[in-house]
């Protein structure tokens, strides 16, 4: 017998530990070469790590949450013969999952029923049960014991769940959330509690991306000089654009009213340059930025996410429309690039139609601002001396008073207010 200790490998350039997100074994247990062990959180990847020798674990470094030193003994494990001195190095897997590059405010939602920005876990399959009961063929499960391929966050869920993914069958090369949600509506849905029935109570230690956005907002509450401003828009004629433009939109996606809250956005920072800045407050350096990089808050499985616009400012409506789509879809799924997730200069988030008349964004440093998007509603409004049903909808401004006076940022708004409240200007060159 031997004891082969599984080292934290180089997991990145610059990377000197990393974090325990989940162990997928304990002391005790029988791994095989191949077998998931742990995943590892960096800065800038969840990595999973995969044991090169079979025998049983003796140790392990930590709990989860726990920081490991890169070249630190994570694993020992028991083996037979000289497997020890004989296992080759593996390369660690990195997941499809990527950590919060940059903490940010209030989660997004859709702005109606239709903003994309929102990245929300799949629709229960219950929603089709009303389609005819035809189904194809589907891929058997995994054998038991063979290795099973899934995110840290499907695997989180499963465990949350109760579910064996070994008996969860896909169409894919790994199991994926929809996966999930099918095989809860075949196996009668998850379980529900009695009416009156009080939910033990839960402990969960903050580990991971969630603690990642903690700490960041901690730091931005700890450091910035919060102050906010709410305005109310008419966005009667902009909605009644939006909707005459989504009739006649041929192959390009379905509008929402976000592409031209950002349109409207960027055309309003060149006039107001101090909103679109970062602040370096170690060096006292403030840089105005001339290029737009919008951030949009975008909620995953996993917390906030706040995938990047490049060059906001000199895209059309229906060049922003596409990158929202393909970028929140993947900070959903995890795919998004760690370029796709920093170095934004603005940043939007939405709670649509739940987001109430008005909130106060956190800003994301070293921004200086942030701006949140309310809900929509209509309402009786006197114009010109007649009573009149309009859509208004209030905007929510963050500013970083060290760098952002309350004069600066009403005169913002007020601008901001002439794109919004008149689509001619907005879409004009």
């Not at 891929?139 to 290795?147: F, L, V």
């Not at 008005?358 to 942030?370: D, E, G, K, L, R």
Request: proline content about 6%.
């Amino acid at each position: 017998m031997a004891t082969y200790q599984f080292k934290l490998p180089d997991i990145g350039e610059g990377i000197a530990e990393a974090e325990i997100v989940a162990w997928h074994i304990k002391v005790g247990d029988r791994v095989e070469e191949d077998q998931q062990l742990a995943d590892m959180m960096t800065d800038k990847a969840t990595v999973e790590m995969e044991s090169p020798v079979a025998g049983t674990v003796t140790r392990l470094a930590g709990e989860v949450g726990d920081q490991v030193a890169i070249g630190s003994v994570l694993v020992e494990i028991e083996t037979e013969g000289d497997a020890a001195a004989s296992a080759p190095e593996r390369t660690p897997t990195t997941t499809d999952e990527q950590p919060l590059a940059d903490g940010i405010v209030e989660p997004t939602a859709a702005q109606e029923e239709e903003i994309p920005v929102t990245a929300t876990a799949p629709a229960p399959a219950a929603a089709q049960a009303s389609a005819p009961a035809v189904r194809e063929p589907a891929p058997a499960p995994a054998a038991h014991g063979a290795k099973v391929l899934a995110s840290p966050a499907v695997r989180q869920r499963a465990r949350d769940l109760g579910i064996d993914l070994s008996e969860v069958k896909t169409s894919s090369d790994r199991i994926r959330h929809a996966d999930l949600d099918a095989y809860l509506l075949y196996n009668g849905g998850s379980v529900s509690h009695g009416g009156g029935a009080r939910r033990a109570d839960e402990t969960i230690k903050v580990v991971g991306l969630r603690r990642k956005i903690a700490e960041n907002m901690q730091e931005a509450k700890r450091r910035i000089p919060h102050f906010a401003l709410v305005e109310e828009f008419d966005v009667t004629d902009l909605e009644d654009t939006r909707a005459m433009m989504n009739r006649d939109r041929g192959d390009n996606p379905k509008l929402t009213i976000l592409p031209f809250l950002i349109t409207a956005l960027s055309k309003a920072v060149a006039d107001w340059p101090m909103i679109n800045a970062t602040y370096d407050d170690a060096a006292n350096v403030v840089t105005r930025h001339g290029a737009v990089h919008m951030g949009v808050a975008t909620q995953t499985d996993g917390g906030l996410m706040v995938p990047v616009i490049r060059d906001a400012h000199g895209k059309s409506v229906w060049q922003l429309a596409r990158e929202i789509l393909r970028l929140s879809e993947a900070a959903r799924t995890g795919k998004a690039t760690r370029e796709e997730l920093t170095g934004p200069t603005f940043t939007i988030s939405s709670l649509g139609p739940m987001g109430g008349i008005a909130s106060t964004p956190v800003i994301n440093p070293p921004q200086v601002a942030t701006i949140a998007v309310n809900k929509l509603e209509e309402k009786v409004v006197v114009v010109d001396g007649d009573l009149e049903v309009r859509k208004r909808m209030n905007l929510s401004l963050s500013c970083d008073h060290r760098v952002v006076d309350g004069w600066d940022a009403a005169n913002f708004m007020q601008h901001l207010k002439g794109f919004i409240e008149n689509p001619i200007q907005l879409l004009s060159a």
